[in-house]
């Protein structure tokens, strides 16, 4: 649902978003799931979230973003 909302997202979304570190680390946490379903829709969260403001590509850095899509091209998985 949250990647529903990103895709058109509105000013206080963002903001609210931001501030909040329990969905920053929930975010974070769903990229090293066993489902490669769930591993996917959280980078495409990511990916939404970078186009809402680019301020998300720091917060990105702060969660390993790129060292867990670096183990995810890494596995032999079409859909990611």
Do not use: H
């Not at 949250?2 to 903001?15: E, G």
């Not at 720091?58 to 032999?76: G, S």
Request: aromatic share 12%; hydrophobic share 50%; charged share 20%.
């Amino acid at each position: 649902m949250i990647n529903i909302a990103l895709t058109q997202p509105y000013a206080k979304l963002n903001d609210t978003l931001a501030e909040d570190e329990t969905f920053q680390k929930a975010v974070a946490s769903l990229l090293d799931n066993q489902s490669i379903v769930l591993r996917g829709k959280a980078i495409l969260c990511f990916l939404l979230l970078f186009k809402m403001n680019p301020q998300w590509l720091i917060i990105a850095v702060d969660c390993d973003f790129y060292k867990n899509v670096d183990k995810l091209l890494r596995d032999n998985y079409k859909y990611v």
